[in-house]
């Protein structure tokens, strides 16, 4: 269980940056975005992005996909998350939420028996020439189901069959019927399945693609700015930065302190979260700054005094001498 920035477990913002955003928490989701992404999580994320609109969205507003895959071009560029806002408040915008696809997505992979008419062979032929391969069994099943347009068992298609294959079959049973599937290029932000997925939603409901312009409001940069703003003591950084409490809704989700006792994550935020900071990138940069390593005991190691005193002086923030009510931001009692 890596610590943020602000010693919140990484895992649980996760959680809570996804929890906001699907509740539409103005508040929340720029304070849990903050924390996010600033701890070193960029592309993570954009993840979280694409996963709530997805799972929500994508079934009604199919064409939002390329308003966000335009800002993430341009975050790319700079890296300024004046992009990821735009995004946030352009989904808070989107009233009709649905969750057919989050149970798509997350559902057992069982596929439902359709009576299919046969795929001709000359649809077959041409496909095996614009691959270049020949069209086993189980991908001539996915391209029957591109024909009989079933969703749910397409999806099932596209996880356990080569995406790269299905890819290559998709573009071009499309392009026979001069329709456009477009590249997925931002693999590792995008999940490259339902991205596929969504581009062949579009194609099969005929959905024109639209783009519309998109403005952050700057009500959000201020917020996000003062959320970010740099404390002037060390000793107070806590104090000022842990505004909010993981909130108990994000159990109902994949969390990883489901696996530990309330015991164990104190242990770690209280007694060696030094040493459960070194994965995170904000942490790790500034580790291998001041070269510090750990001993078995999960203990830091300096290099000499003078070192360790100039860390302690700008970095060390003593979770366990902080008031209670900043402990219980971490969401257990003690």
Request: hydrophobic content about 35%.
């Amino acid at each position: 269980m890596d610590l943020t920035k602000n010693l919140y477990f990484v895992n649980d913002v996760k959680w809570a940056l996804f929890d906001s955003l699907k509740n539409k928490n103005e508040d929340k989701t720029i304070f849990w975005l903050v924390e996010y992404y600033e701890s070193g999580y960029k592309n993570e994320t954009w993840q979280i992005i694409y996963v709530i609109y997805s799972c929500y969205y994508a079934k009604h507003y199919p064409n939002v996909k390329k308003n966000i895959d335009k800002e993430y071009k341009k975050w790319l560029n700079n890296q300024d998350v004046k992009y990821i806002l735009k995004i946030v408040f352009y989904i808070f915008k989107l009233k009709n939420k649905d969750d057919e696809f989050y149970k798509l997505f997350m559902c057992k992979m069982i596929k439902k028996k359709y009576i299919m008419k046969k795929t001709d062979k000359k649809t077959i032929k041409e496909l095996e020439s614009c691959i270049n391969a020949k069209i086993g069994k189980k991908y001539k099943e996915f391209v029957k189901n591109l024909k009989e347009k079933h969703i749910q068992n397409i999806w099932i298609n596209i996880l356990l069959l080569d995406f790269e294959k299905c890819y290559k079959l998709t573009k071009c049973y499309f392009e026979m019927s001069n329709k456009k599937i477009e590249d997925i290029i931002y693999k590792e932000v995008s999940f490259p399945k339902v991205q596929l997925f969504l581009e062949i939603y579009i194609n099969i409901n005929e959905i024109k693609r639209r783009k519309k312009l998109i403005i952050v409001k700057k009500e959000a940069i201020k917020k996000y700015n003062l959320y970010n703003k740099k404390c002037k003591k060390t000793v107070d950084i806590l104090k000022e930065k842990r505004v909010f409490k993981i909130p108990d809704s994000i159990i109902q989700f994949d969390c990883l302190r489901k696996k530990f006792t309330k015991e164990e994550m104190q242990t770690m935020y209280l007694d060696n979260w030094l040493y459960y900071c070194r994965n995170t990138p904000y942490w790790k940069e500034i580790f291998e700054k001041y070269k510090i390593t750990f001993d078995t005991n999960k203990e830091p190691i300096f290099e000499n005094e003078k070192i360790e005193d100039n860390f302690y002086e700008k970095y060390y923030l003593d979770p366990d001498e902080q008031p209670i009510y900043v402990k219980e931001k971490s969401n257990f009692k003690l």
